[in-house]
């Protein structure tokens, strides 16, 4: 095992000059989780445990295995200064050292004599990773992260824990850029390039459609124009991922173990962490990633935005068992192969102004637009009084389905999709359908129940 620090003296002083750093260990079953002087027990969002780079550097000339890292602060009010984000180029070189087909050509940044330097496992079989640090954190609103597979992607890291290598790339500088136009534009080649692949994460939200689910119609905003984002494929694939859960247990902890009580000395996300976990047996899922459910257990599953190694809840918490809200909770933290779902998303202009984007969602997301003139009566009835005013209004009828209904539920869509009332066997329902009505706009779910 040798040193992952390259070369000090190539990282730039706008780093080394501020007291935000941490180490890493190689050798660990989590490497990139931070320590402080091989503590593990330390936040890496408290800026009580950073240390100058003088003094994360001089442990790693004495210990094996041992780098450091500097920690993105833009969200923590305690630390304002030296807010530095991170274009993070997961597996963005391919064995060869040829930049990877998905990542822009990197000129732009070789001409502003910026700094570039590979990730640690550039010295690692395999595809390796580039780190491009930036001054501000005036990253986009369209930005979204992406990943192509677990290990492969582009992040944005402004409020993370970064390896740092001094491994400088190629014909890279000294300089760090900031948020100017350029850097901006060159972001957007990867949006422009029309697809995103993301692991578990959904951009377009489901709505429930009877048994199954159709995507709800979800546009972004950029520079004034106006986008429409679709779901293109989606698969499950196998993913190892850390699970954290609870479970209520009416058996007193043993004299060795830990016990945390609130406020559990927590912050931030492991904080959420905790709550999502404690909210999920008696909510029946995590809050975060839908229905998982391991053994009798809701965990939370930690995904590509909630780095393991950024985390004191894994691969060992701080506590064996929490009191919360006058019961006791046992704490399970696993590693496992997991099924998850894989989507490609693809982006395409729908408007190059507001005008022009109102007129495609008027002619495209409606899925009926219903005359009162040459509606039947009966239909006319249905939709009365499903749009009434009067709190806890609704349309209901016993089977069979009446005609009036049938006519609605043809317009809507979704009469085509319905079953047999004998063939559900729990409620399901048909959500957020869009129609005007009496020159209103609705959303109309069907609910149906056996």
């Known amino acids: 095992m040798t040193n992952p620090i390259v070369d000090l003296d190539a990282i730039p002083d706008t780093l080394t000059g501020r ?26 969002s408290d800026p009580d445990a950073w240390l100058s ?46 930049i990877a087909d998905w990542v822009p050509d990197l000129e732009p940044f070789i001409a502003h ?7 640690p496992s550039h010295h690692e079989p395999g595809p390796s ?6 001054l501000g954190t005036d990253i986009p609103d369209w930005w979204r992260d992406s990943q192509i597979d677990d290990h492969t992607g582009a992040d944005l890291l402004a409020n993370k824990f970064c390896t740092v290598t001094g491994d400088r790339y190629a014909d890279a500088g000294d300089e760090l850029p900031t948020w100017d136009s350029w ?4 972001l957007a080649e990867l949006f422009e390039t029309g697809s995103v692949t993301a692991v578990q994460w959904p951009l377009v939200r489901p709505d429930d459609w009877g048994t199954g689910t159709r995507p709800r119609p979800t546009f972004l905003q950029r520079d004034g124009a106006f986008h429409e984002v679709t779901t293109e494929t989606t698969r499950q694939v196998e993913r190892e991922r850390w699970l954290f859960a609870v479970q209520r247990t009416d058996e007193e902890p043993p004299d060795s173990a830990t016990v945390a009580g609130e406020p559990f000395g927590l912050v931030g996300r492991d904080l959420e962490v905790l709550q999502a976990a404690l909210d999920a047996v008696y909510a029946g899922n995590d809050g975060f990633l839908g229905e998982p459910d391991i053994d009798g257990l809701q965990p939370v599953y930690y995904h590509q935005d909630m780095d393991p190694a ?15 809200a006058g019961d006791t909770y046992r704490v399970v933290v696993e590693q496992r192969t997991v099924t998850v779902p894989e989507r490609t998303f693809a982006v395409e202009q729908v408007g190059s102004s507001r005008d022009g984007f109102e007129a495609h969602v008027h002619d495209t997301v409606p899925d009926a637009r219903f005359d009162r003139d040459t509606l039947p009566e009966a ?10 005013s009067e709190p806890g209004s609704r349309y209901s009828e016993e089977p069979p389905l009446s005609d009036g209904l049938s006519t609605v539920l043809a317009e809507l869509g979704i009469l085509d999709d ?27 779910d069907l609910l149906v129940t056996p």
Not at 65 to 78: K, L, Q, R, S
Not at 129 to 134: E, K
Not at 183 to 186: E, G, H, Y
Request: glycine share 6%.
């Open 19 to 44: 007291d935000q750093w941490l180490h890493w260990d190689s050798g660990n079953d989590t490497p990139r989780r931070p320590h402080a002087d091989g503590d593990f027990s330390v936040s890496w």
């Open 183 to 186: 850097v901006v534009d060159w």
């Open 310 to 324: 950024e985390s004191d809840l894994v691969p060992e918490p701080p506590f064996d068992y929490v009191d919360y």
């Open 53 to 98: 780079f003088a003094d994360a550097t001089e442990a790693t000339l004495h210990t094996d295995g041992w780098g450091i890292g500097y920690v993105t602060a833009a969200n923590n009010d305690a630390h304002p200064t030296g807010v530095v984000s991170v274009i993070d180029l997961d597996n963005g070189v391919t064995p060869d050292d040829e």
């Open 113 to 119: 004599d910026c700094y570039i330097e590979w990730s």
């Open 379 to 388: 239909a006319r009835d249905v939709l009365d009084v499903a749009v009434d």
């Open 129 to 134: 990773g580039l780190h491009i640090p930036v």
């Open 418 to 444: 319905l079953q047999p009332l004998d063939r559900y066997d729990e409620r399901v329902a048909f959500r957020n359908t869009v129609a005007s009505y009496d020159g209103d706009w609705y959303l109309f």
